[in-house]
């Protein structure tokens, strides 16, 4: 259980669902951490959790849509643990709920959902990749969807928000070839998550995966080279458990 | 520059705000190449600087993170006013107290006052003895977090607008701690340092942390008084220096971090802590072969350290073709190779 021991990890929307069960195993595989989100409630439990776990957290409070806030996340993890290795991207917006079709959007709640979910990562990962490449070494994660690559009704602008990191997370791989830092886009499939009960509310969650599970992936992610740029967590677990 | 009476710099060459911003790439800024060699002067963009390294030369890189430094804080008696602190040393400051508003004159604080700063507060312990218009202010928490929430970068008054903290990052901005931008890096992309380290240049990177340009009192600032300012020289960077044909200081802060860190042979040790070395024709470098920098004005103690590099009659001769050739000055200006 040291697959991360000595890294230091940023995962943004740590919280709650995917973020904080990536948090929880980063912790447990002896990664220090920082979380954010907007709840400082349900984010400090999280925290007492890690340290719980035996991992050093720093916890803040923080909106990525701020550019402030996120300058203020990257600088004072920079501070307290001196470099960043690891940076999950989990933060998302899935718009007003219930999900209204493209043509009845209102278009502030659509660049709300790009400012979240493409604008921000683009900003954390830009801050947090220029200091790697001077080591040579670290991996970005962008946790991306199937609504990436799938038009689903309802889905508008938080499909266009994924199919563009995607695009950002290519281009991106393209320009580090050879550089030592590596950036990703993982798929994490339908998760039994409050994000996903406030989208399909009629989903079965017994044919949901744990995100606890699908953790995992990341955790394999973040401390083995994987030649694929985009890739869905599943694949991953698949390998490890014919491993 | 050496005698500055009479040498005014147009204020049309002050640049008003960022290369970027301007419509030029930051590394597409001017360079001005001075060598020292041949005594020769030559013009080129800053992103042909490979031009003039050589496989095996070091680029040391000051990696320290600017921060928003300007801070608003609000007096007992309800008056607004903004913070600078120059040396940090967790929640004790020694800081600038200024009118919030340009031209930022110093405002007197007195001993024993609180002070409420960005959702925290303050005890104002008096003046620092060697420096009277720096403050010792202990604030009841981490100041780093609240600089960050509410501080400003701290901007002089021929920058005419707000710019966003990012535009005073380098590239490779990592460590938090510069009241001002380390700016002599600034014109750096990565791509441009990647295609440098893919032709053998090499990249180490110290830290500095820079403390205050101005006390916002011309005579005083004139006096050019040194005060500590907190660098780290790693292992690694060490290590990287003893293999290299050429040290390349990027920034006069990598000087003072270098030669502080050098013993009297010129050997460069792991070291970190406050350093107030002045290098100048009487300290001059043990370590650094050249240096890249902007281009400041020249009641700026800067020049001292540029004679240490380059003579009198040379450095003269290229700031008047600087200026002839309209330069621009300052944070977001042009550079500097000196070889």
Redesign the interface.
């Known amino acids: 259980m040291s697959a991360l021991r000595g890294r230091v990890a940023l995962v943004t929307g740590a919280s709650r669902g995917l973020g904080r069960a990536v948090a929880l195993a980063f912790a447990r595989e002896g990664a220090q951490l920082t979380i954010c989100a907007r709840g400082a409630a349900e984010l400090e439990a999280v925290a007492a959790q890690v340290r719980a776990a035996g991992a050093a957290v720093l916890a803040i409070q923080a909106d990525v849509r701020n ?2 806030d996120i ?2 996340v990257v ?2 993890t ?2 307290r643990f ?2 960043i290795d690891i940076l999950v991207n989990n933060a998302s917006e899935l718009g007003p709920i219930p999900l209204p079709y493209l043509v009845d959007y209102p278009p502030d709640a659509f660049t709300d959902v790009l400012q979240v979910n493409v604008v921000a990562p683009f900003r954390l990962a830009q801050a947090v990749i ?2 790697m ?2 080591r040579r070494d670290g991996v970005v994660i962008n946790v991306s969807s199937d609504a990436a690559v799938t038009g689903y009704p309802g889905w508008g602008a938080y499909s266009v928000s994924k199919a563009a990191l995607d695009g950002l997370t290519r281009t991106w791989a393209a320009e580090l070839e050879g ?1 030592g830092v590596r950036i990703h886009a993982v798929d994490p499939g339908d998760m039994d998550t409050a994000m996903h009960r406030a989208a399909d509310p009629d989903a079965d969650p017994s044919d949901l995966a744990r995100p606890d599970d699908v953790a995992e992936a990341f955790v394999r992610l973040a401390s083995e080279p994987c030649p694929a740029t985009r890739l869905e967590a599943r694949s991953l677990l698949e390998v490890r458990s014919h491993a | 520059m050496p005698e500055v009476a009479g040498w005014k710099l147009p204020p049309e060459l002050r640049a008003r705000q960022p290369p970027e911003q301007r419509g030029v790439r930051r590394d597409h800024v001017r360079l001005m190449v001075i060598n020292r060699a041949g005594g020769s002067i030559g013009h080129t963009r800053f992103d042909r600087i490979g031009d003039f390294l050589e496989v095996g030369d070091l680029l040391v ?1 000051n ?1 320290s ?1 600017t ?1 928003p430094a300007a801070l608003p804080a609000r007096r007992q008696d309800g008056s607004p006013i903004q913070l600078r602190p120059s040396v940090r040393r967790g929640p004790q400051w020694d800081a600038l107290a200024v009118q919030p508003i340009p031209p930022h004159a110093n405002v007197p604080l007195a001993a024993g006052e609180r002070l409420a700063v960005a959702g925290t507060q303050a005890t104002v312990e008096g003046r620092r003895p060697d420096i009277p218009l720096l403050w010792r202010i202990r604030l009841d928490e981490d100041g ?2 609240r600089l ?2 509410a501080g400003e970068p701290i901007r002089y008054s021929y920058v005419p607008g707000p710019i ?3 535009y005073y990052q380098t ?6 701690g510069s009241a001002e931008a380390p700016s002599a890096g600034l014109a750096f992309s ?1 791509e441009l ?2 295609r440098l380290q893919a032709r053998g240049v090499g ?1 180490a ?1 110290i830290v500095l942390h820079t403390g205050l340009s101005s006390f916002q009192d011309d005579a005083f600032d004139a006096e050019h008084h040194m005060y500590e300012e907190w660098f780290e020289v790693s292992t690694q960077a060490a290590a990287a220096v003893a293999r290299a044909q050429r040290v390349i200081a990027v920034g006069t802060t990598g000087v003072r971090a270098l030669e502080t860190a050098a013993d009297r042979h010129g050997h460069v040790r792991a070291l970190r802590g406050w350093t107030d070395l002045k290098v100048s024709p009487a300290r001059r470098p043990r370590v650094v072969d050249a240096l890249l920098t902007g281009f400041h004005e020249p009641q700026a103690s800067h020049f001292e350290l540029l004679e240490a590099f380059v003579d009198r009659d040379l450095l003269r001769r290229a700031y008047a073709e600087a200026i002839d050739r309209r330069y621009l000055w300052h944070e977001f200006g042009d550079m500097t190779l000196i070889v």
């Open positions: 550019p402030r300058e203020r600088a004072l920079l501070e001196e470099r220029r200091s490449l001077t550089t | 890189l990696s993170r921060l780093l977090d960050l929430a966003p903290l990012e590239v490779y901005a990592t460590h938090p990565w340092l990647l990249i990177d």
